[in-house]
């Protein structure tokens, strides 16, 4: 987005990205004061700039911070495999779960009873 104001709901994104990336900095033991007092910068700066593209930078700033501290996979990285992930999954539908069902092999509780003979060894 460029220098034209953001709509609500996008700041609203923005700013709750934000703030669940400066949570989980605070939550970490390993998170310095100073390192805490910069992100809170950084998630102020989206409720006071008018500028979608200031705030998503913002964001992006306060997300890597977590990140590093965590050592999270990226967010592009995160959609890769969620993408890799709905690719490979089937719709669950009525007809895949009767296909289950036929392939399934029967329980010997609900079958006779058949005594096997022994076999002779080689």
Known sequence: MT????QVKERSEAIGRAQRALKALGEHPRSSKKEL???????NACYSHGSG???WNAVAQVEAMAE???GVPSTEE??????AA???????T???GRAAEDRAIPSTSSTT???LAPTPSR
Not at 78 to 83: G, K, S
Not at 86 to 92: I, S
């Open 94 to 96: 009525a007809a895949r």
């Open 3 to 6: 220098e034209a104001t953001m």
């Open 68 to 70: 590093r501290r965590y």
């Open 37 to 43: 007092g910069h992100a809170r910068e950084h998630v």
């Open 113 to 115: 009873d058949v005594e």
């Open 53 to 55: 593209e200031y705030v």
């Open 78 to 83: 995160q959609r890769q495999v969620v993408e």
């Open 86 to 92: 709905e690719d490979l999954a089937e719709p669950a």
